[in-house]
């Protein structure tokens, strides 16, 4: 039997004939060679599915599965993940182009610290290079009380396949299981910091970015997963951090909420945000009081 590659890169792909070329051609450039690369058509009406078959015929490491009926974004990345059997799990996005040392990089940062669970890329400015390890109260500090990385998405991210799968992958939200994946793993292993500028993103109408813009995804979703996770047994602050971290995040979807409602005079969605996130009027009341 075929030993298995060191990762498995994960494509998956719905109408993207425009950009799965370049991304195909990226991962296929690529200074890190010992790789599985798994493709996963969602069902496309247009030639995606072909081009990636195209590729399929040339280069041994890829195979090309297409979905019987589309699943949607994260059911289809639980899919092609459920193929995979490298060591690590990396999905390249149809729309995305990896650099030629962004594969190479990841698998260096990961292999350097065996106890992690996922790497991910570090989008701010830092004064100390990279590779850096997080342990999983480090990661949720450095979150909830200095930036925002661990909402990088899945382009930015390498998981370790068994850690994967031992918090059972992606949920099915929209727009925001990837955050919610990185706070599960991030309460539970380490997280090694990687330095930036290994993929292109690819900013575009209809992608996922762009939908989760509304009422509906992001404003909402965000604050549900980081209070899912703050109250989770799991939660690797101290008992005291978490009140405060709680009282924060509170405070910023409160105010987030009236200013909308003062931007947009619409009391509909004004609603939503204090109801649908789970804030709820208490919890509003007690956010726009704080100082």
Known sequence: MKEAA???ILMTAYNRENFIKEAVESVLSSTFVDYEFIIVDDCSSDNTYNIAK???QKDSRITVYKNEKNLGDYPNRRYAASLAR???IKFVDSDDVLYPHGLEVMVRGMEQFPSAGFGMIWGDTISEPSPKLYTPHEAYYSYFFNNRWMQVGPSGVIYKRECYEAVDGFDTLPYISDFDLNLKLGARWSVVRLQTDLFFYRVHQGQQLDLGQQLKGYPVLTYLIQKKHLESP???LTKEEKIQAL??????QARRSLLHLLK???WREFKLLVEASGLGWVGFRKGIVQT
């Open 247 to 252: 009282l924060m995040i509170d405070k910023l």
């Open 234 to 236: 799991f939660c690797p």
């Open 54 to 56: 195209d590729y399929e």
């Open 6 to 8: 060191v990762v498995s």
């Open 86 to 88: 490298g060591k690590y």
């Open 264 to 266: 947009s005079f619409n």
